[in-house]
């Protein structure tokens, strides 16, 4: 365990890669193997391995402070632990009407995750708090997060128009429509934040993984690693639903090129992972509620370009 921890101190990126690797594989494996209810639970759990490995390496490698934010940490705890829960709960309410027991006792475990993530931001490692503070006190101006909630939503609205400009059909979900369609967007969006994107990969591959790699390289660089390795990270369970392995690299391009954008609006709000938290959240909440385009593809791609030539993301920081 000595020697462990010194390597990990030594390497501690390396480190990062090699536990959320390892533990989510592992769960993806079992739920590719028996997808059922428990497994699926797993697999939600596994999506948790980023945050979690952050919090152990800068456990491990961080400096401990004393400072009297204990019982604030805990009422945060509390409250996000219900919430969290009750969402999940919900969220399975409106898919399946019937609720196991299983899926009540899933979600009590499940929500301590979001918990453990948002009230981290009180920890008394230095590292850790570093990490985990914008939740609890956002970094930055407010206007990058209104840019982070609006960024996709009107790309794909601007393609939609284009497209609808050059005469050629749009096919929309179907949906519900007034308040029903606007609580499903809430919902949502409240369940992608706590367990689909928002509180357990972002404080992983831009709270910890980005700020070491930008020691080391240029932001341009950093995104293209990172980019890389968080898209291989989803292989096991996007593979199989490819039906050719280019489609697999069109989902790597599509990471980095993300990944970019991510880099980009970090380095703007001095560390604020609540604000590629919100990105990455409203981002696949649009995918399903917008319909993609080619128009909307297109500037997806244009944008980091003109993004690198704006703030010379090539040169290191």
Known sequence: MVNLSISIRRYPLISFFIFTFSFSWILFLIYILNPNELSTLLLIFSIYAPALSAIIISKITGNKQNCDNTRVKWITFLIIWVIATFIFILNYLIQIADLPFLIIIGSIILGLLPALVVSSGFSQNLDIRAIFRSYIKPEGHFGWYILAILYLPVIFLIGIVITLGFGQPVVWMSLPTGVELFGLIILTFLYTFFFGAGTNEEPGW?????????????????????????????????????????????????????????????????????????????????????PATLASEIIQIVIPIILIFIDRMWKKN
Not at 209 to 222: E, F, N
Not at 270 to 290: C, D, K, P, Q, V
């Open 206 to 290: 831009r709270g910890f993984a980005l700020p070491k790699l930008q020691l080391k390289y240029s932001p341009l660089v950093s995104s293209l690693i990172l980019g890389l390795i968080w898209g291989l990270w989803h292989a096991p369970i996007y593979l199989p639903q490819y039906d050719s392995p280019f489609q697999f690299i069109l989902f790597l391009f599509n990471t980095i090129k993300i990944a970019i954008t991510l880099t980009w609006l970090y380095n703007r709000t001095n560390g604020s992972i609540l604000s590629t938290a919100l990105l990455h959240t409203i981002g696949n909440l649009t995918f399903e509620f917008i």
